[in-house]
């Protein structure tokens, strides 16, 4: 088996609007064919959805530490992003790219993925997610930029 988490197998919980919905299917395969545990909170079809009732169900979910991750899918991911980053200790980055996916893990230790269906193709979706999965947090001196969110001072 091609394990994309070099190990972790931690359970993801996941949701999308309307416009995601066909990514957040194959998504959720990918991540399933891997053996990990897939929260699907919706959307189930491509009818007319709010983006935040399902952003919402996720980030709580990783804000209450019910689940360590979260991925969020929306057509831009712009909203997702917006909605999640608003919930006590999430960390949601919006990734278009490995790179930043990397980046957001190893210096943000981020911990809801947010991605546009419409801005980015099912590989390119898979390989980010792929990256993301399996990049650690480096810790240290970004633990210490962590701690400065909500207005924290040294
Ligand atoms: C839905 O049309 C669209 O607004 C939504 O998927 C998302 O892109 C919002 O940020």
């Not at 991750?69 to 919930?87: D, P, Q």
């Not at 980055?93 to 790179?99: I, K, M, N, Q, R």
Request: proline share 3%; glycine share 10%.
């Amino acid at each position: 088996m091609n394990d994309i988490t070099n190990g972790s197998q931690a359970p993801i919980a996941i949701g999308c609007d309307h416009a995601a919905y066909q990514l957040k299917e194959i998504i959720k395969k990918y991540l399933s064919d891997q053996g990990i545990d897939v929260e699907d909170v919706g959307t189930h079809g491509e009818e007319s959805v709010d983006y935040p009732d399902f952003g919402n169900k996720v980030s709580l979910m990783v804000s209450t530490g019910q689940y360590e991750r979260g991925i969020l899918i929306c057509g831009t991911g712009l909203g997702m992003s917006m909605v999640a980053n608003r919930f006590p200790h999430v960390r949601a980055a919006l990734c278009s790219e490995p790179f930043s996916a990397e980046m957001s893990r190893r210096h943000n230790n981020s911990n809801i993925l947010a991605m546009g269906a419409r801005m980015i193709g099912d590989i390119m979706a898979k390989e980010i997610v792929n990256v993301w999965l399996k990049t650690p947090f480096d810790g240290d001196r970004h633990q210490k930029r962590i701690d400065k969110f909500d207005g924290g001072q040294e």
